[in-house]
């Protein structure tokens, strides 16, 4: 039997569950290994990072979402200030494991989560006191360049590609103690060369077990949503995106594996069914978050099918990603009928020649874009709209087009975040190739929060002006454009201005008391 430790370090103030760590610690599972988990969720971790708010925190000050209780009668997300790195030598100690893994490829739209987990990890495994316990790393920063991952971080071999199956392998290789070499996937240093040994095939989704959730604790099954606290978690029905936009890790995940047919993978309606009923009733869920890149890329004639099925026998509420292009009637019919709460839209950009050019999104136009999302309103399903601010070759004009469209729109929940130029995505090699980002900067430098600040320079929008249209976004999209003046004003910064500020964001807040 091999024991893995999967080290989570995660800073948000609600729990994270990461879809492949439950898969890796299932299949161990299944064959006699024995798997725990170090989650860093509910231990105050600001002072490792130099953090003074979380992602949650950030998302309700600006607006963008409802405010919710920390503390309930069933939950209570409170942070323990405790010595951290100890805690997890504690953990060492008493569990002994052979292995130690953090950062898992995902192909899931939570990438942001991968990212911090790989150079959060990073920080905490520095500090630890590890000995000979070999480290592994999974995920597409570390992959984008395994060569300094290897020579300049504690990680002893990357797993570039899907890893559940990798992950049995060597616990398999450490039971029989055979060498770890030919293992397929992994990459390493021997003496001063690097190999990287052939991929696996992608994995065939149904011969995947059913996820172990187990190793997480109880309270990060209590996730807010508009602003109440339920029992959800993150799943998916299917794996990878055929899109090939420029500020996502998907294109690089594909490319990975040499861009095949076969990228885009979905679960049969019978796997769909079985698995998700077994965990609706297994962690007592209340909703459940598909995490699915694009969910609505699957045929009308299969979600249909679908639809009848999950009401009749699964019967829980969810939430959904998709892409703006992929709507139709049809579509929002099966929905509605399976119980969908809210979609999540990416729009980015308003402005289409930034979006073809330079962002290469799907291709929409915003009036296409405006009656899609109109659509979703007439069926009754929430939705949010994603945006992003600070890409290279943007202007002022285009950041006023991304509001325009979500003025009109007035979806129920919008967001606005700034590029963030990850390892892995297209758009960052592109940023240093036009001096947009310096070529030395990487991991935490590139990103702190995406909802704080941008790593960018030299863009085309001054800095002050564009924080101050990020952080005003909800404003100009929500209230009549006789505010837009006042609105305005607030850019400047002095006690009128603040005073004007506040006043708006209570009167935009008031808003809450009206959707769900």
Same mark, same amino acid.
């Not at 490319?255 to 077994?278: D, V």
């Not at 924080?467 to 006042?486: A, G, R």
């Given at each position: 039997?091999?024991?893995?430790?999967?080290l989570?370090?995660?800073?948000?103030?609600?729990?994270?569950?990461?879809?492949?760590?439950a898969?890796?610690?299932?299949?161990?599972?299944?064959?006699?290994?024995?798997?725990?988990l170090?989650?860093?969720?509910?231990?105050?971790?600001?002072?490792?990072?130099?953090?003074?708010t979380?992602?949650?925190?950030?998302?309700?000050?600006?607006?963008?979402?409802?405010?919710?209780?920390?503390?309930?009668?069933?939950?209570?997300?409170s942070k323990k200030?405790i010595?951290?790195i100890?805690?997890?030598?504690q953990?060492?100690?008493?569990?002994?494991?052979?292995?130690i893994s953090?950062?898992?490829?995902g192909s899931?739209?939570?990438?942001?989560g991968?990212?911090?987990?790989?150079?959060?990890?990073?920080?905490?495994?520095?500090?630890?006191?590890?000995?000979?316990?070999?480290?592994?790393?999974?995920?597409?920063?570390?992959?984008?360049?395994?060569?300094?991952?290897?020579r300049?971080?504690?990680?002893n071999y990357?797993?570039r590609?899907?890893?559940?199956?990798v992950?049995?392998?060597?616990?398999?290789?450490?039971?029989?103690?055979?060498?770890f070499?030919?293992?397929?996937?992994?990459?390493?240093?021997?003496?001063?060369?690097?190999?990287?040994?052939?991929?696996?095939?992608l994995?065939?989704?149904?011969e995947?077990?059913f996820a172990d959730?187990?190793?997480?604790?109880?309270?990060?099954?209590?996730?807010?949503?508009?602003?109440?606290i339920?029992?959800?978690?993150?799943?998916?029905?299917?794996?990878?995106?055929?899109?090939?936009?420029?500020?996502?890790?998907?294109?690089?995940?594909?490319?990975?594996?040499?861009?095949?047919?076969?990228?885009?993978?979905?679960k049969?309606?019978k796997?769909i069914?079985?698995e998700?009923?077994?965990?609706?009733?297994?962690?007592?869920l209340?909703?459940?978050?598909?995490q699915?890149?694009?969910?609505?890329?699957?045929?009308?004639?299969?979600?249909i099918?679908?639809?009848?099925?999950?009401?009749?026998k699964?019967?829980?509420?969810?939430?959904?990603?998709?892409?703006?292009?992929?709507v139709?009637?049809?579509?929002?019919i099966?929905?509605?009928?399976?119980?969908?709460?809210?979609?999540s839209?990416?729009?980015?950009?308003?402005?289409?020649?930034?979006r073809?050019?330079?962002?290469? #999104?799907? +291709? /929409?136009?915003?009036?296409?874009?405006?009656?899609? %999302?109109?659509?979703v309103k *007439?069926?009754?399903i929430? @939705?949010?709209?994603?945006?992003?601010?600070?890409?290279?070759?943007?202007t002022?004009?285009?950041?006023y087009?991304?509001?325009?469209?979500?003025?009109?729109?007035?979806?129920?929940?919008?967001?606005?975040?700034?590029f963030?130029?990850?390892?892995?995505?297209a758009?960052?090699?592109?940023?240093i190739?036009?001096?947009?980002?310096s070529?030395?900067?990487k991991?935490?430098e590139?990103?702190?929060?995406?909802?704080?600040s941008?790593?960018?320079?030299?863009?085309?929008?001054?800095?002050?002006?564009?924080?101050?249209l990020?952080?005003?976004?909800?404003?100009y999209?929500?209230?009549?454009?006789?505010f837009w003046?006042?609105?305005n004003?607030?850019? #400047?910064? +002095? /006690?009128i201005?603040?005073?004007?500020?506040?006043? %708006?964001?209570?009167?935009? *807040?008031?808003?809450?008391? @009206?959707?769900n």
């Amino acid at each position: 039997m091999a024991k893995l430790l999967i080290l989570q370090p995660n800073t948000d103030s609600i729990g994270r569950q990461s879809i492949p760590t439950a898969l890796i610690s299932s299949l161990l599972k299944k064959h006699n290994h024995d798997v725990e988990l170090f989650d860093t969720t509910f231990m105050d971790t600001n002072y490792l990072y130099e953090k003074s708010t979380t992602h949650e925190d950030a998302n309700v000050e600006l607006g963008f979402f409802k405010n919710f209780k920390l503390k309930g009668e069933n939950y209570d997300f409170s942070k323990k200030k405790i010595d951290v790195i100890e805690a997890f030598n504690q953990k060492i100690r008493e569990f002994k494991p052979d292995f130690i893994s953090f950062s898992h490829w995902g192909s899931q739209l939570h990438g942001e989560g991968e990212f911090f987990a790989f150079f959060h990890g990073i920080k905490i495994i520095d500090k630890a006191e590890i000995g000979n316990i070999p480290i592994f790393v999974g995920g597409t920063a570390p992959t984008a360049d395994v060569d300094d991952t290897l020579r300049n971080s504690p990680v002893n071999y990357v797993v570039r590609g899907e890893g559940e199956m990798v992950f049995l392998d060597i616990a398999n290789s450490i039971d029989k103690n055979e060498s770890f070499k030919n293992i397929k996937n992994l990459s390493y240093l021997e003496g001063d060369q690097l190999i990287s040994n052939p991929l696996r095939p992608l994995i065939p989704l149904d011969e995947l077990p059913f996820a172990d959730f187990d190793i997480y604790d109880d309270r990060t099954f209590y996730r807010p949503y508009h602003g109440n606290i339920y029992r959800c978690m993150d799943y998916e029905l299917s794996r990878g995106c055929l899109y090939n936009c420029t500020f996502c890790i998907s294109p690089f995940q594909r490319n990975t594996y040499g861009s095949p047919k076969n990228f885009r993978r979905e679960k049969s309606i019978k796997k769909i069914i079985e698995e998700i009923s077994y965990l609706k009733k297994r962690y007592k869920l209340d909703i459940i978050r598909y995490q699915d890149e694009t969910f609505l890329s699957i045929k009308e004639d299969k979600l249909i099918e679908l639809a009848k099925e999950y009401k009749k026998k699964v019967n829980l509420p969810f939430i959904i990603e998709s892409t703006i292009n992929t709507v139709t009637e049809k579509k929002l019919i099966a929905l509605k009928e399976m119980g969908c709460l809210s979609i999540s839209f990416g729009l980015e950009s308003g402005n289409e020649n930034l979006r073809k050019t330079v962002i290469k #999104k799907p +291709n /929409f136009t915003n009036e296409q874009a405006i009656k899609n %999302l109109k659509l979703v309103k *007439k069926y009754g399903i929430s @939705f949010n709209i994603f945006n992003m601010v600070g890409f290279p070759e943007e202007t002022v004009d285009m950041v006023y087009d991304t509001i325009e469209v979500n003025h009109i729109v007035k979806p129920p929940y919008c967001q606005v975040g700034f590029f963030q130029p990850w390892e892995g995505v297209a758009l960052r090699d592109y940023s240093i190739d036009k001096n947009y980002l310096s070529k030395n900067s990487k991991g935490l430098e590139n990103s702190k929060d995406n909802l704080t600040s941008t790593p960018m320079q030299n863009l085309l929008v001054d800095k002050s002006k564009l924080q101050h249209l990020h952080d005003k976004f909800q404003l100009y999209v929500y209230l009549d454009k006789m505010f837009w003046p006042l609105i305005n004003f607030t850019e #400047k910064n +002095n /006690f009128i201005s603040k005073i004007i500020h506040n006043f %708006l964001l209570r009167v935009l *807040k008031l808003r809450f008391k @009206f959707i769900n």
